[in-house]
């Protein structure tokens, strides 16, 4: 247990419809980040935020957006989902010294 | 943009054998990590190396850092059934007191030869 807890685990929409994504971090991390995984694909960085606020952005559409809220907890949002958005999406936390800890997933079908 | 090739893309292994893969950067990074990925769920950090020459053990684990800072090695001694998976690597380069981006290679996925 990587103390990253991701909720849901499995979520089926359909296209153009809008999710949420949430992750809690391990404790006293305040380093959040979000990563796509595709069928067989490596992980694609979509973004960072540190304290609440975004620190790196990788190549997240403009359809998807994230926050981090003050008890460091933090949210993907994916809107007008297309069928190419299908995939797990992880978020990861990291403290000091950037060893980034993943939770289990969100496993993402879009229909 | 910064970018790491990770090989082999895939290996079958017998159990007791020997495993080795290796990432290799056209930059230069100052942290490597390896990850293992087993299906359905989120990697797991088996190794993090900080400094270049670094020669790191995790029980029949064993990575190093690369003395050209370009490249990581990760090998598995004597290998079982449950080391299947995805081996992830990844690099940072951190700069001017800040950290850099985490890239990750594409993984080697070990299967167990049939």
């Known amino acids: 247990d990587s103390g990253v807890t991701q909720t849901p685990k499995h979520l089926i929409t359909a296209t153009g419809q809008r999710v949420t994504l949430r992750c809690s971090p391990r404790s006293g991390d305040l380093s959040v980040y979000w990563y796509q995984q595709s069928l067989d694909q490596g992980l694609q960085f979509l973004i960072q935020?540190?304290?609440?606020?975004?620190?790196a952005k990788g190549n997240i559409l403009e359809r998807f957006s994230a926050q981090q809220f003050p008890d460091l907890h933090s949210e993907l949002n994916l809107s007008s989902l297309e069928l190419g958005d299908s995939a797990l999406y992880f978020c990861?936390?990291?403290?000091?010294?950037?060893?980034?800890?993943f939770g289990e997933g969100s496993r993402l079908t879009v229909l | 943009g910064q970018q790491l090739n990770q090989s082999p893309q895939s290996m079958f292994i017998q159990e007791g054998e020997d495993v080795s893969m290796n990432c290799t950067s056209s930059s230069i990074f100052n942290t490597w990590l390896w990850y293992k990925q087993d299906p359905g769920e989120g990697p797991v950090l088996l190794i993090a190396l900080y400094k270049a020459g670094e020669l790191t053990s995790n029980g029949r684990l064993t990575a190093q850092f690369g003395i050209t800072r370009k490249d990581s090695f990760l090998n598995i001694s004597a290998s079982i059934p449950s080391d299947v998976g995805i081996y992830f690597c990844?690099?940072?380069?951190?700069?001017?007191?800040?950290?850099?981006?985490?890239?990750f290679g594409k993984g080697t996925k070990l299967s167990v030869k049939p």
């Open positions: 990844a690099g940072r380069l951190d700069y001017g007191g800040s950290q850099g981006n985490l890239i």
């Open positions: 990861a936390s990291s403290r000091d010294r950037g060893e980034l800890f």
């Open positions: 935020y540190y304290n609440g606020e975004e620190r």
